[in-house]
């Protein structure tokens, strides 16, 4: 292999359906400067072992940095510093394990690479995608679903958007309030030069009952316990105004 050095990588399925996208470290070489043709920098396979559930990689010793680098950006779940392709080619490879449900590791061996896992159950998102908990409102109009579950919903702003359900309990749950305002709590992706959301999957139903607006303000007065009633709303409102 000349200079190439031999990096460990063990691959949690068997060998006829092995691959490992170098694409990422070709992408993480070249925005540090590194210049090279399509396809001169790649990584070899020198061994496979262990039930032909791991190989090793020689990686040559100009993409070796960008090995590193990549590794400890899947090590700390981090990918802010890496160039976009190659968390693009990162998203494809877990895309891939995702669908079988394979684990694929990195094993350190003093050369700078991080004991690093992508796992089926941690995505790693496309580079211009966030992740968090977000809470939905709107009108149930469809739920169900033959294989996934899914849910149409007519939001309070009043547009209509499909939506994600997390189990069938949860369906049968929601179709019990079809075709009324209800809340779903879960998980969001959203986009982050737009802000506008990608995807939704509920995972669980509110215990929230729409209020007409005398009912809310009737709760409000209720709450209040009569602290308003001798204040003058003008002089208030004159009193917050001259501060």
């Known amino acids: 292999m000349g200079e190439d050095m031999a990096v460990p990588v063990f691959l949690g399925f068997c060998w006829g ?22 396809g001169e920098l790649t990584v070899s396979i020198v061994r496979i072992d262990g039930g032909s559930d791991s190989i090793t ?28 392709l190659a968390t693009k080619g990162l998203r494809t490879l877990w895309k891939k394990l995702h669908s079988k449900s394979w684990t694929l590791s990195f094993t350190p061996d003093g050369n700078g690479i991080a004991a690093a896992l992508i796992s089926p159950d941690i995505e790693i998102l496309s580079p211009n995608s966030i992740r968090g908990r977000t809470t939905v409102y709107g009108t149930c109009e469809m739920v169900g679903g033959a ?7 007519r939001l309070l702003t ?6 994600g359900v997390k189990s069938k309990p949860l369906a049968k749950q929601i179709a019990q309030r079809l075709h009324t305002v209800i809340g779903v ?17 509920a995972d669980s139903l509110l215990e929230y009952e729409p209020a007409s607006p005398a009912q809310t303000f009737a709760e409000l007065a209720k709450s209040a316990d009569g602290f308003w009633d001798n204040i003058d709303p003008d002089e208030y409102v004159k ?3 001259s501060d």
């Not at 294989?147 to 919903?153: A, D, G, H, P, V």
């Not at 969001?188 to 999957?201: E, I, P, S, Y």
């Open 57 to 84: 990689l020689a990686v040559p010793p100009r993409l070796m940095a960008a090995a590193s680098r990549v590794s400890h950006s899947i090590a700390s779940n981090n990918y802010a510093e890496l160039p976009t």
């Open 17 to 38: 359906e092995v691959f490992f996208d170098t694409g990422a470290l070709a992408a993480v070489a070249r925005s540090t400067g590194e210049k090279a043709k399509k």
């Open 185 to 201: 709590d879960g998980e969001a992706w959203w986009d982050t030069h737009t802000l506008k959301m990608q995807k939704f999957v």
């Open 147 to 153: 294989k996934k579950q899914s849910m149409r919903i």
């Open 158 to 163: 009043g547009e209509s958007c499909s939506i």
């Open 239 to 241: 009193e917050l105004r």
